[in-house]
């Protein structure tokens, strides 16, 4: 089974870059790397996903190596808001049978 | 709309009652999920709809009882919960692809306590 393994914690100072490592040695060619984030009490986020390309958007950057054996998300500039804890998240399966395989996640603390 | 919408937001409940979570989302998507979370854990999937059909089961207990009216609504019917039961319980809907869309998008959850 596909799994994914975070660092329980990272810190970052606010208008730094975060960059949040996941490692999904196990995973399978057409199985796609989504992170979300979650804010305490609340759903979790979406942030970003993909498959064999890096992707950018609004939030965040997805660096995945050539083997798709690990990623790193990066926030750019990171802000006080962006303290959650992060998900690495493999989507293993297809049609019907589709569903997230979620990682422990790593708590970040971006500091003043 | 690019919510999905549950309640209510918090409910206490008896080991002896009955209740309902409730579920809604007006995207269009044809996947709906129910997740369970326990503090300081990931969110656990328990049941997937797919085209307003059960398509997974993650080996829930009978005393959870999903129902899926028609595509935009999905509610969890609750008998004879237990106090480990507490938890987030999350709703999530998606399309049924991976490619060009914005991945799954999870409600804020009803936080369910067991008494």
């Known amino acids: 089974d596909a799994k994914t393994t975070q660092p329980p914690s990272m810190d970052c100072a606010e208008g730094r870059a975060a960059n949040l490592p996941c490692n999904h040695s196990?995973?399978?060619?057409?199985?796609?790397v989504y992170w979300y984030r979650q804010i305490h009490s609340q759903g979790p986020q979406y942030i970003i996903h993909?498959?064999?390309?890096?992707e950018t958007n609004e939030m965040a950057s997805l660096i995945i190596t050539e083997d798709r054996k690990s990623s790193t998300l990066i926030l750019p500039h990171a802000t006080l808001r962006d303290t959650a804890v992060y998900y690495c998240?493999?989507?293993?399966?297809?049609?019907?049978?589709?569903?997230?395989?979620w990682g422990l996640g790593t708590s970040l603390a971006v500091n003043p | 709309d690019t919510e999905v919408t549950q309640t209510p937001k918090h409910l206490v409940m008896g080991m002896t009652n009955k209740k309902s979570l409730k579920c809604e989302q007006h995207?269009?998507?044809?996947?709906m999920y129910w997740y369970k979370q326990k503090a300081k854990k990931p969110p656990e999937l328990m049941f997937v709809?797919?085209?307003?059909?059960?398509?997974i089961n993650e080996s829930v207990p009978s005393r959870f009882s999903p129902e899926c009216p028609n595509s935009s609504l999905l509610n969890l019917h609750l008998h004879a919960l237990q106090p480990e039961d507490s938890a987030l319980y999350l709703c999530?809907?998606?399309?049924?692809?991976?490619?060009?869309?914005?991945?799954?998008?999870f409600g804020s959850g009803t936080r369910l306590t067991v008494v």
């Open positions: 709809y797919s085209y307003e059909k059960l398509s």
């Open positions: 993909g498959l064999k390309n890096n």
């Open positions: 196990t995973i399978s060619g057409n199985e796609y």
């Open positions: 999530a809907s998606s399309q049924d692809s991976d490619e060009g869309v914005r991945g799954y998008t």
């Open positions: 998240i493999v989507n293993r399966g297809a049609g019907n049978n589709r569903k997230l395989i």
């Open positions: 995207m269009g998507h044809r996947a």
